[in-house]
Every structure is written in C-alpha cells, then in structure tokens.
C-alpha cells in the first residue's frame, strides 16, 4: 500500500483513486446513452450505447470511452487580470482601524501602514484585491492579503501579520523567525461568514511577516447553497445528534483536542447541511419529472447524510469532552425555483465536483488514520461520498439528456472551463507546497485521519485532472459530432 505521508506515494495513490472515478462516471455515461463506445459518434442521443462497453476502473485510471483522455494542459484562467481594488479605500484600512473601541492609535496606524501598503504593492501589482489592516475593535491585529479572498470550494490566499502581533494559537511552537505554527481562530480575519477558514504557515522566505496560506475548507458532504451562501446551523449542546453507544472522551493534549474539535465540528454542520440539500435536491427532481430511481436514492442520500453528521458530531463531543449538535437551520429563500440548466449546473458544481473530491479526502484521511474509531467512520463516509458522486452524475446525465443541443452545449462548455479554472488555481498553489511548512500535518492529527491543506489540495487536483476532466471531454466530443 502506498505511503500517503510521502508526496509521491500519496500522489500516486490518488491517481489510481481518481482513476476509478473516471471510469465510473464514464460507464454511467455510455449507459445513458450520452457518450458512445470507443469514441464513436452515436448520433441521437439515447439511443444505442450499453453500459458494458464503459472505461474500466483500473488503477492506472485510463478509459477506452470516447477516446479522448482530455489532458489538463492550456485553457486560460480569467483570474489573473488587473483589479481597481488593488491598493485602494479597502487596501489602507486606516477608516476601520482605528476607532475608540480598541487601541485607535496602534490599530489603525498598523492598518493603514502595513495593510494599504501591502494591498497596493502586491494586490495591485498582482491584479487581485488587497484587504488592509483589519481594526483592533474585534481584537483582530492588522494584516494584508495577497490573493483573491472566495469563500467557495476551498480556494486559497495568504495573509499576512507583523511578527509582533501574529494572533498564534494556545500551545503554538514558534518558527526560527518568531512565527507561530497555528493560529488562534478567534483571533484570525474572519473572512466569510461561516468561519470556514484554515491557516497554515507559508515557509517562503522570510520578509518581515509572518505570512499564511489560507484556505477556504469546504468540509464533508453536498454544499447547502442559498444564494451565494453555504448555510449551515449553529453549534449547541444537545445530546440526539450522537449516535451510538455512550461516549468514551479521549485523552488528548488540550491544544490539539481543541484544533479536532473544531474540525470535526467544521464537518458536522456541512454534513448536517447536506441533509437539506438532499431535501431540496428530491423535490427539484420531483418538479422536474425525473426518474423513480433518482427520487429514491435522493432520499436515501440524505439519510447517509444524517449518519455521517451524527458520527462527526459524536467525535467533535469525543474530544470536547461535552456532548454537542446542531441548532436550527435558516431554510428561507431555499426553494426558489430555477430552471432545469441552472439545476444540471448546480449538480455538477456541488455533486461532480464537491463529493468526488470530499470522497477521495475521506478516503485518504481513512488511510492516514491510526486512530481506530476515525478510520472507520471516514472509511464509512468515504464509500457513501463515492455514491453520491455517482448519483450526481447520473442526476446530470439525465439532465442533459432532456436539454436541447444549444443549452446542452453551453453548459458542458461552462462545466469544462471552470474545472480548469480550479485546476490553474490548484496548480498554482501546488507549485509552491515544496516550501509550505506543514503545521497542520503532525503526527497527532494525522493519526485521528485530519489531512493537511497542502494534501488536500494535491488530492483535489487528481480528481479534477484525471477523474472530472475526462469525463467532461468525452461529453463535449460526443456533443460536437451530434451537432455536426
């Protein structure tokens, strides 16, 4: 078995998992009729085509179907451009740094100086937005962003502190240059609203900040996306949402009980979410006439999805030594109704996309795990993760099936450039994880399975590249011979 702790091994093992899911999704293509075998044009869309002559699974992750392997190479990324924010009014920072309510000298000379300073040289220069010295009136110490700040799907930037006033973590070591390794999260910009927002310290050369990756974590299980908004309930202490036997806490150092604790709460209140999205995800495919075995293994999904909150409810409580849930979830503005191609493209942004890739960092934190109890529920959420993916494909495929050409061409033109888009922004970040420290990977939490940032993103890259990417090839092929 390959050693997931060492970059080649963990690369290589992810290659083969995302090979697998490349030819899952292509032999569920070919049964729907939407891809034909071997590449072939199949002209009228359903008919012909049978699922045995799909891609086999096979580690190596090759695929037969449709004879285009899709290579991730080239394709433009519209991320890169000029921005007016630059260095502007929300660079300086000088207006919300110093005010009455805490240290008006200190925060706000510390905004406007070091924030607009670095938003104008680097976000400028860099065509992304610089975000200046945050205020002391939330206790929060003046920094800069490099990057472009999208609470989405765990995109990443770096952020910035004076040395002096870095907001480090309870029991956090230093680096040689005086920087923690971790951070406080009560004490860190609080860039989205959900908090959802991990730190890690960027090992570049030292140039008088202590500078950190940071990454938008997008948790387990289907988005609950109202709006541009993930929703997910408020965490409480409650007893219901456990599950099982009664709770053995485990001996644990406080500082990293903690930093699990948060985690596996991170986890819960996306997974819990989940339950809604599979709610609303029924009901859109009731209203849109789909098939029985969809409806059914929609409902059936979410009940996977209420499992899996109660296990990671039942390890955050596990670690925090109280017994803990969820509160009530916003549900207003959820069932506003959308058209069939909005649907199909929400599929696949947050079913082909998002629990392809939750599935393959479960699985990995599984095999990272030396912790009994972790490794059997990642294990357990991974398999499910998988066949959600699986259903989402199939939701999509039925889908575009009933879009006329020209719609259908639009979106799998749509689906194709933003998994690019990902894969630059991934490639970009995975460029420089050679000198990224990894702080967040020790050994106590990769024993209880908590993969690092820097492994996630290597994991999320192979299932774009070699598991999402090809199968959008072979529709967008099969498509052009239909239209032609």
């Keep these: 078995m390959a050693d997931l702790k060492r970059?080649?091994?963990?690369?290589?093992?992810?290659?083969?998992?995302?090979?697998?899911?490349?030819?899952?999704?292509?032999?569920?293509?070919?049964?729907?009729?939407?891809?034909?075998?071997g590449g072939e044009a199949m002209g009228d869309l359903g008919s012909g085509g049978t699922a045995g002559g799909g891609a086999s699974a096979g580690s190596g992750g090759s695929a037969s179907s449709g004879g285009q392997a899709g290579s991730a190479q080239g394709g433009g990324s519209a991320q890169g451009g000029s921005s007016a924010q630059g260095g502007s009014a929300q660079g300086g920072g000088s207006a919300q740094g110093g005010s009455t309510q805490g240290g008006t000298g200190q925060?706000?000379?510390?905004?406007?100086?070091?924030?607009?300073?670095?938003?104008t040289a680097q976000g400028g220069q860099a065509g992304n937005a610089g975000f200046g010295g945050s205020a002391g009136a939330g206790g929060v110490p003046a920094f800069s962003v490099e990057g472009e700040v999208v609470c989405d799907f765990c995109a990443t930037w770096t952020t910035c502190f004076d040395p002096s006033s870095v907001p480090g973590g309870e029991g956090s070591e230093l680096d040689e240059n005086g920087c923690p390794l971790w951070l406080d999260a009560d004490r860190t910009p609080n860039f989205c609203e959900d908090g959802f927002v991990d730190y890690w310290l960027d090992a570049s050369p030292f140039n008088g900040s202590c500078c950190y990756q940071s990454m938008y974590a997008c948790g387990g299980g289907r988005p609950f996306v109202v709006g541009a908004e993930a929703r997910v309930a408020s965490v409480v202490s409650r007893s219901d949402w456990l599950g099982g036997d009664e709770l053995q806490p485990t001996p644990v150092a406080p500082a990293i009980a903690g930093r699990l604790v948060d985690a596996w709460l991170d986890d819960a209140r996306m997974e819990h979410a989940s339950v809604a999205a599979f709610a609303r995800l029924t009901l859109e495919l009731l209203s849109f006439g789909a098939p029985g075995d969809l409806v059914r293994d929609s409902q059936l999904a979410g009940l996977d999805e209420q499992r899996h909150a109660e296990q990671c409810f039942r390890m955050a409580s596990r670690f925090a030594g109280t017994k803990l849930g969820p509160g009530p979830l916003a549900l207003d503005g959820a069932l506003e109704p959308r058209s069939l191609q909005d649907f199909a493209w929400c599929t696949f942004v947050e079913g082909c996309l998002g629990e392809s890739m939750a599935a393959l960092i479960a699985e990995a934190g599984a095999e990272l795990a030396s912790d009994g109890d972790t490794r059997a529920v990642l294990r357990g959420i991974a398999a499910d993760e998988a066949n959600h993916a699986e259903l989402a494909w199939r939701v999509l495929a039925w889908s575009l099936a009933q879009l006329e050409l020209p719609a259908r061409s639009e979106l799998l033109t749509r689906m194709r450039a933003e998994t690019l888009s990902r894969l630059v922004q991934l490639r970009d970040n995975e460029g420089s994880s050679d000198r990224v420290q990894r702080g967040t990977s020790t050994g106590a939490f990769t024993a209880?399975?908590?993969?690092?940032?820097?492994?996630?993103?290597?994991?999320?890259?192979?299932?774009?590249?070699?598991?999402?990417?090809?199968?959008?090839?072979?529709?967008?092929?099969?498509?052009?011979?239909?239209?032609?």
């Excluded at 925060?107 to 938003?119: D, I, V, Y």
Aim: glycine share 18%; charged share 10%; aromatic share 4%.
């Design 7 to 37: 970059e080649q091994g963990l690369n290589e093992w992810a290659f083969a998992q995302s090979g697998r899911l490349q030819g899952r999704c292509l032999a569920l293509l070919v049964a729907a009729g939407l891809v034909g075998c």
């Design 448 to 484: 209880y399975g908590r993969v690092s940032p820097t492994q996630q993103i290597a994991l999320r890259r192979s299932t774009l590249e070699h598991g999402v990417l090809p199968c959008i090839e072979a529709l967008l092929g099969e498509n052009s011979l239909v239209a032609a």
């Design 107 to 119: 925060g706000g000379q510390a905004g406007t100086a070091q924030g607009g300073q670095a938003g």
